[in-house]
């Protein structure tokens, strides 16, 4: 399946659940001077998760993102990115943990079709109305659900401990697994283990906590939802290929500059070669959406000012 019919597919699973599909905001917020780019689909609907201008209940969007915090990591993994896509629903004040879970679990199993066998859940430790969903409702076997502290179960990742402040809540990934043979092949290898067998593909966020300066998590006048699921790495799962490097999207793009470099492609090990290329593709890709988006490169440092 094509990255642009995996787009097309999720907005249209959303609409046909009631959402209004949102257009992605700039990858430079407007009204927001904390962030300096759009860093997740949430964050054109902060005010709607703090109970202002509700003017719709839900939505969903495919959000332009950048990030710079994996940076060192791009081209070496076969997922990490400066810019990419991320697919998301949200709900402000509407439908919550149950409707969220169910139709993420439709979602991927009836319409993108992957095999249920072949998906693994975390929830936060201590957040059992997630779990008891995806046990006794989903029906996912109690050994392939995993509980998680709030470094990898809580958005923003440890919120609770040290910030930001703002609206924060419990998490639920889930994972795919390329299965036995794949990664280090190790009998008790699961979502924690970073060999590749598994990958993250959806992040469902139950955003019921305003974080405030003192620590303390204040409940949010409603619960929302905020999900977020990158768009490449679920092309790489749809398409099978092992990085997301080897997309429909970006398969030219690299391929091009490893050809123009006479690099030379393949795996070796853990090791990516081809890595330059990819770091590159990926950055060619977040330069061209940002410029695109009113950013003007300089080599002055904004610190210069
Ligand atoms: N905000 C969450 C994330 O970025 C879910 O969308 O992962």
Sequence with gaps: MKTDDIRQAFLEFFK???HKIV???SLVPMDDPTLLFTGAGMNQFKEKFLGW?????????????LRTGDLENVGGTSGHH????????????????????????EFLTYNLRLKGENLWVSVYKDDDEA?????DVIKVPKEKIIKFGEKENFWPSEAPTKGPCGPCGPCSELFYDYGKDAGCKNQTCAPACDCGRFVEIWNLVFTQFDRQADSSLKPLPSKNIDTGMGLERLASVMQGVKTNFEIDIFKPLAGEIQKMARLTTGRSGQAWQGTSANAIADHIRAVTFAVSDGVMPSKKSAATW
């Design 16 to 18: 046909s659940k009631e």
């Design 23 to 25: 257009q992605s905001d």
């Design 53 to 65: 201008n509700v003017t719709y209940k839900r939505a969903a969007s495919s959000q332009k993102c």
């Design 82 to 105: 400066t810019f990419f896509e991320m697919l998301g629903n949200f709900s402000f004040g509407d439908y919550f943990k149950k409707e969220a879970i169910l139709w993420a679990w």
């Design 131 to 135: 779990y008891d969903i995806w046990k």
